[in-house]
């Protein structure tokens, strides 16, 4: 099982930009697929943005977060990242990173959830 740290959430007004960081130095990311989930109070957690483990780094976008955020990876920092701008109330959440069965739709997530990294839009 790939553990993962998440880290870079914060308190930021509506409007303002975050960049998350989840990064797994234990292990070899390149062989997965992984994204980004979130979890907000009293609703279920969901797939945020995934990206592939391939020559193309095919991504998805959940339809609330499609051009404003951004995902990417540095495998060689065994690191993945997520590049929050234009953020809204309705992004509050905690954020999580997890492996996935496929980048498309964000699969299915396995492995152990990680500690998250809470994110708060608020003015």
């Known amino acids: 099982q790939v553990r993962f740290v998440e880290s870079g959430g914060d308190l930021v007004q509506p409007g303002g930009t975050l960049r998350l960081s989840c990064a797994a130095p234990e292990h070899n990311l390149v062989d997965y697929d992984i994204g980004w989930f979130r979890q907000a109070p009293g609703k279920e957690r969901e797939g945020v943005s995934c990206?592939?483990?391939?020559?193309?780094?095919?991504?998805y976008y959940g339809d609330s977060v499609k051009g404003r955020f951004t995902i990417s990876r540095d495998n060689a920092k065994n690191t993945m990242y997520l590049q929050m701008n234009s953020l809204k109330p309705e992004d509050t959440a905690v954020y999580y990173c997890?492996?996935?069965?496929?980048?498309?739709?964000?699969?299915?997530?396995?492995?152990?959830w990680g500690p998250g990294t809470q994110v708060t839009v608020s003015s």
């Open positions: 990206i592939s483990n391939n020559r193309n780094g095919d991504t």
């Open positions: 997890a492996t996935v069965t496929s980048w498309v739709l964000c699969g299915v997530p396995f492995g152990s």
